[in-house]
């Protein structure tokens, strides 16, 4: 079977759990979806072990076809957050414009040194011989939130507007500073050459600076190419040219991609949106990409839930998965925490916010993608034959999952009651936009 062929029944697979679950779960769909595939992976696993049908070998390899790494990074990722993009508001942004640097940049390099460090202290009182620069990159690649999972879970929630704001801004800028760290480490690790400060300041520049003004070009190109026309399905059309052709130039010239996408997302989302597009295309703008948004997230979330089949668990795989969990939640609420103490020095804020951001910093595909990057064949538990790539994998594959089923799942309450005090205290955080910060009247309608 081809791999259009897999990816299209698991399409169908993710649009009938999301159906089902629609009808008598009520679950968050990508909730439903990613505990659905791996109730149904345990399900081929168990019935293998029983001897009741053998599934398990033909299931992993299909699923071993499709390259989650390039399925993901360089295939749907663009579109995902494109579309993630487009939701932001540019003034919510700017009002929290240091919050979200702060916590995309510095909470994001404590949490990866804290994290590989107290790893290799927990290993090697184990005895698990795992050197720190392996530790130190799980680090990198576990500590960045999830833009794909936040958007899709915690921001259908509807939190307070400022806590709104951090959690899905950090989510979306952190890529660029977390791609630096895991790439840094992954030289250092598996390169020929070590990095120099030089070549670190280099990448940044190249990447993150270079994504981001690549995504100013690109959305200015796409505005006025929408603006020059009146024809709304052209215009909706004009919009799939920047994730798609878009975003793989940007992996042409070297620049970040999905920094890309969420400046050229954020400016047509507020800029072309009032003053670009017609009224009809301004009216279906949303409901056009919040479709490609969920269809895309479903085959995604069930590839994370079923891609358990191509695991192989040992001993120590399950020490670590456990140990991972509460290690990555620590690092999360203290990195937060700290952050909050800066805060709070200028402006008061919603007592449940670092409960938020530490519960809704929800990791996903993004985090397994890097993982599956990893090279196979560094052995680090000879007698087991167990490489780097196998321990890296499995932890991150637990914080992934309990990030989505639990924490997506048990979030819902502390969003309410952030919602109660702000009703509570008159905040002015979700009140009227100033008339000076009010969207343009749309000049086509």
């Known amino acids: 079977m081809s791999v259009y062929s897999t990816l299209c029944f698991l399409a169908a697979a993710a649009m009938a759990i999301a159906f089902v679950n629609h009808k008598i779960g009520k679950m968050q769909t990508t909730i439903a979806i990613t505990a659905g595939a791996i109730v149904l992976s345990l399900g081929i696993v168990i019935a293998g072990h029983n001897g009741w049908f053998h599934l398990e070998e033909i299931a992993a390899e299909q699923l071993g076809q499709i390259d989650f ?22 003034p919510h942004l700017e009002d929290q414009k240091w919050e979200i640097a702060i916590l995309a940049l510095a909470a994001t390099l404590f949490s990866t040194f804290f994290i590989g460090g107290t790893l290799w202290w927990i290993c090697q009182t184990l005895g698990i011989q795992f050197d720190l620069i392996y530790c130190l990159l799980f680090g990198a690649l576990i ?28 989510s979306l800028f952190n890529d660029g500073f977390g791609l630096v760290i895991f790439v840094t480490l992954f030289t250092i690790a598996f390169g020929d050459e070590a990095p120099t400060v030089l070549g670190v300041g280099h990448l940044f520049l190249q990447e993150a600076i270079g994504g981001i003004t690549y995504g100013f070009v690109l959305g200015l ?19 799939l040219g920047v994730p798609t052709a878009g975003y793989v130039f940007a992996d ?22 009032y003053i670009g597009f ?3 295309s301004e009216d279906h703008l949303d409901h056009f990409w919040e479709l490609v948004d969920e269809f895309l997230n479903g085959v995604l979330f069930l590839l994370i839930g079923m891609s358990m089949l191509s695991f192989s668990f040992h001993e120590e795989d399950w020490t670590l998965m456990v140990i991972a969990v509460p290690l990555v939640l620590l690092a999360r609420y203290l990195s937060v925490k700290l952050s909050y103490v800066g805060f709070k020095r ?20 993004l985090a397994l993608a890097m993982a599956m990057a990893i090279p196979a064949g560094v052995i680090v538990i000879p007698e ?11 932890m991150t594959y637990a914080v992934v999952v309990f990030s989505i089923l639990i924490q997506g799942s048990t ?9 109660a005090w702000e009703a509570k205290n008159n905040s002015d955080s979700d009140q009227t936009l100033p008339s000076h910060q009010q969207p343009e009247t749309n000049p086509k309608s």
Do not use: C
């Not at 087991?384 to 499995?394: A, P, S, W």
């Open 278 to 280: 017609s009224k009809e």
């Open 221 to 239: 190109l796409f505005h006025y190419l929408i603006s020059s026309t009146d024809d709304h399905s052209m215009e909706l059309l004009l919009t």
């Open 346 to 365: 200028f402006r008061k804020y919603n007592p449940e916010s670092v409960k938020i951001l530490t519960w809704g910093g929800l990791r996903g595909g």
């Open 384 to 394: 087991k034959n167990i490489d780097v790539k196998e321990l890296i994998l499995v």
């Open 69 to 90: 790494e390039s399925f993901l990074l360089k295939g749907i990722l663009g579109f995902l957050l494109f579309a993630g993009g487009l939701g932001i508001k540019l």
């Open 252 to 273: 042409v010239i070297h620049v970040s991609g999905p920094l890309a996408m969420v400046v050229s997302g954020i400016m047509i989302g507020n800029w072309t949106r």
């Open 411 to 419: 979030i819902t309450s502390m969003i309410e009651k952030a919602k």
């Open 143 to 170: 500590s960045p939130t999830d833009p794909i999972a936040v958007l899709a879970i915690v921001k259908k929630l509807h939190a307070p507007r400022r806590i709104s704001t951090q959690i899905e801004g950090e």
